[in-house]
Every structure is written in C-alpha cells, then in structure tokens.
C-alpha cells in the first residue's frame, strides 16, 4: 500500500482565515479523495481529485469553500476557506489501491477554528 | 434507513476473548466490503476487504459477508490490548464508499 503523509498535522486558526492542507504520496496514483470527520460521524467524502481535471465534489460541499488542487500524480491540496468553528474537524486525504476499490488513508489534520 | 450502520459503542471485552463488531447495510447493490482500524490521532488502516458472501481470514482476523440479510461482520480472535480502537465498516460499490460511525473497542488486559 502507499505510504500517505500530510501536512500539518494539526492547526488551531482563527474564524474567517484559510487553511491550506497538503497530501503527498510515495507512489503514483489516479485518485485521491479529501474526508472529513468530524467527532461521533461517520468519514464524509468531499471531493474526489483526479490528475488533470477539475474536482468532483459531493452534495454539500462546493469548490469556493473547499478548493482542491491536483498538480501531478502524487500531490495534492485541500484548503478550508473562510473558516468558521463549524469547520473543525479532521481531514484526510485517501488513494485508490491501484487494483480494486479499496482506499488508503493518510494520518489526518486536525483543524480546530476559534 | 441509513445506508450503513454501525453500533458506536463503546465494546469493552477482556483481553483473550473473541470480538464480533458488525454492521447493516442497506443497498443490495453494493459490491464490495471493507473494515478498517483508526487508532487515537491515526488515519483509518485497511484490515479487510472482500467481495463476496463467506468469510475471508486473515491472521487473528475473519470477516464475514452475508449479502442475503446485508450484514457483514469482523471477528477478531484472542483479542489483545493492541486491538483497541476504532473500527469502521465500508462498503461500496462503483467507486463510491460508504463508511459506518465506527466502533469503539476497548480490550481490557
């Protein structure tokens, strides 16, 4: 499975400022998807980021409050724009298992908004 | 009905003892079934995945997959302390995943 890091690991920011989360894989891959989860939820996916095209976003969630880049096959980034505490939670990036549906997980970011 | 559900816990067993964490689902269409294991301040870790209805085993670990009555289970034999966790259910189908809340298991030596 690929080796997932992120970055940071955890915040604390102020209400209304941006935030912006990297994910970085050791390996090539096709697909790479942002989560949130917040606390006593169920893992909640984002948006899907494909190499070379736009993200696709799920149904409450929308490119303005959660822009997504995908600039190559092993990098990719998620920011929380103007953040309110609603927001705080942790979010994770995940990879396709290159063979079969499966998802592999990086350690999370912790975002907590005052 | 939710998609999936999953019995949040917490599951307190002494350690030794065999744990049976379970979820239901609701879509007959769903294709695939995974569990994972997210540890405090951890991403959630790949244990299991299947297909099909039966069980598949691997190590200290079984998972069980009975589409008729869209139930799936994970077994964990001779529990010990390391295990305890969270443990979430996924399921999905296409390349669409729906995960449970998760189960809290604490293994107690």
């Known amino acids: 499975s690929a080796v997932i890091s992120q970055k940071p690991s955890r915040d604390i920011c102020q209400r209304g400022t941006s935030l912006t989360i990297q994910c970085q894989v050791d390996?090539?891959?096709?697909?790479m998807f942002w989560y949130r989860q917040q606390p006593g939820q169920s893992l909640t996916l984002i948006a899907t980021?494909?190499?070379?095209?736009?993200?696709?976003?799920e149904s409450g969630f929308v490119i303005d409050k959660f822009p997504i880049s995908r600039p190559n096959l092993t990098f990719s980034t998620l920011t929380v724009s103007n953040m309110s505490p609603e927001d705080s939670s942790i979010y994770l990036c995940s990879v396709d298992g290159g063979g079969g549906n499966e998802q592999y997980f990086g350690p999370g970011t912790r975002l907590t908004v005052t | 009905q939710k998609e999936v559900e999953q019995d949040p816990g917490p599951l307190s067993v002494p350690e030794g003892a065999i744990v049976s964490l379970n979820c239901t689902y609701s879509n007959s269409a769903f294709q695939y079934f995974m569990w994972y294991r997210q540890y405090s301040r951890k991403g959630p870790e790949l244990l299991m995945y299947?297909?099909?209805?039966g069980n598949k085993e691997d190590g200290r670990f079984t998972a069980q997959v009975d589409k008729s009555s869209k139930y799936i289970s994970l077994f964990i034999r001779d529990s010990q302390p390391s295990d305890s966790a969270t443990y979430l259910c996924a399921i999905g189908w296409v390349d669409k995943i729906i995960f449970g809340k998760g189960t809290r298991l604490h293994i107690l030596p």
């Open positions: 299947t297909y099909s209805s």
């Open positions: 390996s090539q891959v096709t697909m």
């Open positions: 980021a494909n190499q070379g095209s736009e993200a696709t976003y």
